[in-house]
T-cell receptor, first 115, second 113 residues
Framework: DAGVIQSPRHEVTEMGQEVTLRCKPI?????LFWYRQTMMRGLELLIY????????DSGMPEDRFSAKMPNASFSTLKIQPSEPRDSAVYFC?????????????FGEGSRLTVL | AQSVTQLDSHVSVSEGTPVLLRCNYS??????LFWYVQHPNKGLQLLLK??????LVKGINGFEAEFKKSETSFHLTKPSAHMSDAAEYFC???????????FGSGTQLTVLP
């Protein structure tokens, strides 16, 4: 298996623009997670899905952020409008088992820079 | 509530010498504990996990960690560092009914030739 695939790997945009990050989880994994990593705040869970249904979105910073999982093999994280403070590396991860087992498989991340 | 503290933000060792990365946790319940490694510009990869079985856990690439309940610690060790071990390491705790993961702030390991 190719692992978790994220695109784009790098994105540079201007404040106010819409950003869409994409993720393809490992086939057969029922859980999908979106994390954000910054120097200041470390790794933060934004939202996670189980069988394409959002289970916990309490980590989503504000209404500018939205995430969808239309099918088992695709998820998006959208920021509209983007702001400089959204600059971070966004990771998608998938898992066969619930979050508590800790066995997450991470993608290589999408590095977002908002100017 | 749960939390995890990685006691060193940076550790530097010479190639061939032992590695010790320290982690303390706090949890109201019996925790599960994990170590992840992140190489530059890569995603995180699971190194090893403790889930209430044997207290000494062996992971990939020669790493191991010992769960010490009395000390609330889960330190990561390796007998002999290799250049390829240079990376950032995260200690992670999971406990309670929600079983969410809490990540430590990370320890950057540098291996000197």
């Amino acid at each position: 298996d190719a692992g978790v695939i994220q695109s784009p790997r790098h994105e540079v945009t201007e404040m106010g623009q819409e950003v869409t990050l994409r993720c393809k989880p490992i086939s057969g994994h029922d859980y999908l997670f979106w994390y954000r990593q910054t120097m200041m705040r470390g790794l933060e869970l934004l939202i996670y899905f189980n069988n394409n249904v959002p289970i916990d979105d309490s980590g989503m910073p504000e209404d500018r952020f939205s995430a969808k999982m239309p099918n088992a093999s695709f998820s998006t994280l959208k920021i509209q409008p983007s702001e400089p403070r959204d600059s971070a590396v966004y990771f998608c991860a998938s898992s066969l088992r619930p979050t508590g087992t800790g066995e997450l498989f991470f993608g290589e991340g999408s590095r977002l820079t908002v100017l | 509530a749960q939390s995890v503290t990685q006691l060193d933000s940076h550790v530097s060792v010479s190639e061939g010498t032992p590695v010790l990365l320290r982690c303390n946790y706090s949890s109201s319940y019996s925790p599960s504990l994990f170590w992840y490694v992140q190489h530059p510009n890569k995603g995180l990869q699971l190194l090893l996990k403790y889930t209430s079985a044997a207290t000494l856990v062996k992971g990939i690439n020669g790493f191991e960690a010992e769960f010490k309940k009395s000390e609330t610690s889960f330190h990561l060790t390796k007998p002999s560092a290799h250049m390829s071990d240079a990376a950032e390491y995260f200690c992670v705790v999971s406990s309670g009914s929600a079983r969410q993961l809490t990540f430590g702030s990370g320890t950057q390991l540098t291996v000197l030739p």
